[in-house]
């Protein structure tokens, strides 16, 4: 039987993305039943708002969604849809893996998994203005928060997908030097969890600015990356940077109960509506949503048929080296699966 | 006559390589008189502090510091002695040049300057805890600031370095649509300075998490950055990474009044005292001084001489490539100066 799931195409790029991807997804026996729900401006255009009350059901009662790219209305002090979606269904794991596909850039090994802290931090700071120097909005405060309780648990998701998946090393990334209590807190929380592992999965310790230094220099030397709310989102991107761009990024947000999988790049408006877009993330973020259904051979098949779809550079666009097109590549993957 | 300046050796491998850069200054008719004084743990020492009111007292009066390495005391609550000298002397931009000089790399024509507020954001942080699941250290806080005054100087720092030096560009880097306040005043102080310099230099704006991508793919689009204290330490060190490491990488403390020019590297305990310590960030921080001071031809002299050494791999340092060490790279330059 199928398993209900909520698609939100999203803005953009995101309707045809979504129809290349649902039409990969028919071709191997479609394993979802899609509710499909909008969000962002085409939450605005069908509802009235950008997370409309039934898209917020439908995923309570699916406690699983794909999520195409939304754009955050500009202005009117709204909060970026994505981050509503974290803290309503209390995503406290945002997993970002990131492996060389296309091998004539830079980097030839990279396969690493970054586990980021997806609720707390200078994320959901508290901001306001202090008087100085007689200008009452001379100064801003921003005030964020962690809780020991989310970094023990997004550690041991780290650790636990480390020695679920055979992987080597959970790199914990802090700048506790600095943010004695915000990040001190994270790491000794962090350490104390590690503990708890001894034997089954080794671990290191980073500061985030030679982190970053060390992942463009020795990025063979990471494996699974722990760490907060803001350093994993520069560390992320910064990690797709290796490989050649978002072109091929898939991200997952994971709750207790609820999963929602997203292609981390944007809605590209430029460019919508012209079948230039790549689905490629997008497609990867539906191999790591049957993966966390437990469909793990059709995620495997999927995933193999998209990369070597892209090593070929059968039917691809552009950006990936081809003259193909949104439709072209879904059509190249199918001939593969 | 000679420039008054303090010289700190620092801890570790700092008094090998201050060895080797008062030599090459020597060799070049030393335009500095030193005072020399201690901090860190050599501060510890010599006068039971780590960083002494006599080292303070020295920069107040030459305005002027070349400082080691420093190692900040671990436990018993030390703050950072760089942190520290930062705030005393209101050393407001943290600059960061970084140019590709080993042609080997995966990265050939980096040539990037890091401007980075030095005085605020996260890095004067109030921290404490709060209650949290009956635990009283269950949760922490932590509020950065930010003014507006440091959000104009910085940017104003940032566009006149470009005009003066030829520079095409300036990115400002921000994370304003999550920090609506704090980055985002930051944000929109740099852009009503960027218009002043309207048809002096180009500027543009990116997001952190994207910025850093870029840097990694597209390192050539980079020209001078703009940034706060948190994203331009991640940052600097990134960059630093692009052109293989902190071998090479000086920086510049500036103030109004004073300033303190650096490596950026560390004091690396484990090879002190062994000559095996590369000595050219000191010499290379040597030559932002000596540009500071404004001994433009010395600066430029000196810079050659450290570049086609390295480039050349003549007696340089294992790190380098070469079975020198601290001296006999030291000896190279001479020789080629
Ligand atoms: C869109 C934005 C709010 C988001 C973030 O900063 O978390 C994005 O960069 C990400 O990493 O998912
Ligand atoms: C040593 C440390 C406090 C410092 C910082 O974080 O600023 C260093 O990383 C730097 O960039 O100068």
Not at 89 to 118: C, Q, S, W
Not at 166 to 194: C, D, Q, T
Not at 326 to 335: K, L
Request: charged share 25%; aromatic share 6%.
């Amino acid at each position: 039987s199928k398993i209900q799931a909520t698609l939100i195409p999203g803005d953009g790029i995101g309707p045809e993305i979504t129809k290349a991807v649902t039409a990969v997804l028919d071709h191997m026996g479609q394993p979802f039943e899609w509710d499909v729900q909008q969000a962002g401006m085409a939450g605005i255009d069908a509802e009235g708002v950008p997370l409309p009350q039934n898209t917020i059901d439908s995923i309570r009662r699916t406690n699983l969604a794909l999520k195409g790219p939304l754009t955050t209305p500009v202005g009117g002090g709204f909060t970026s849809i994505n981050l509503q979606l974290r803290q309503e269904f209390e995503l406290f794991a945002n997993v970002r893996p990131t492996k060389t596909i296309k091998t004539d850039g830079r980097y030839d090994n990279v396969d690493m998994v970054i586990f980021r802290e997806n609720l707390e931090g200078y994320y959901i700071a508290d901001e306001g203005y202090i008087e100085h120097n007689g200008d009452p909005e001379g100064k801003v405060y921003s005030t964020g928060y962690n809780t020991k309780e989310e970094a023990r648990r997004i550690t041991r998701a780290a650790f636990d997908y480390a020695v679920a998946n055979g992987r080597k090393k959970v790199s914990i990334v802090h700048k506790a030097n600095i943010l004695k209590l915000l990040s001190g807190m994270f790491l000794e929380e962090a350490r104390e969890i590690a503990k708890e592992y001894e034997g089954k999965v080794a671990w290191d310790e980073r500061i985030v600015d030679a982190c970053a230094m060390q992942m463009v220099m020795y990025p063979d030397d990471f494996d699974v990356i722990v760490t907060t709310n803001l350093f994993g989102d520069i560390l992320s991107d910064l990690a797709a940077g290796l490989v050649g761009g978002l072109g091929l990024a898939p991200g997952a947000n994971i709750g207790k109960d609820a999963a929602i999988f997203e292609a981390v790049h944007g809605s590209a408006p430029d460019i919508a509506g012209q079948q230039k877009a790549n689905p490629c993330a997008f497609l990867m973020a539906a191999g790591l949503m049957l993966e966390h259904v437990g469909k793990t051979d059709d995620a495997e098949r999927l995933r193999k048929a998209v990369i070597g779809t892209v090593q070929a550079k059968d039917r691809v666009t552009p950006d990936l080296g081809g003259t193909g097109n949104t439709m072209s590549i879904a059509e190249a993957i199918m001939d593969r699966l």
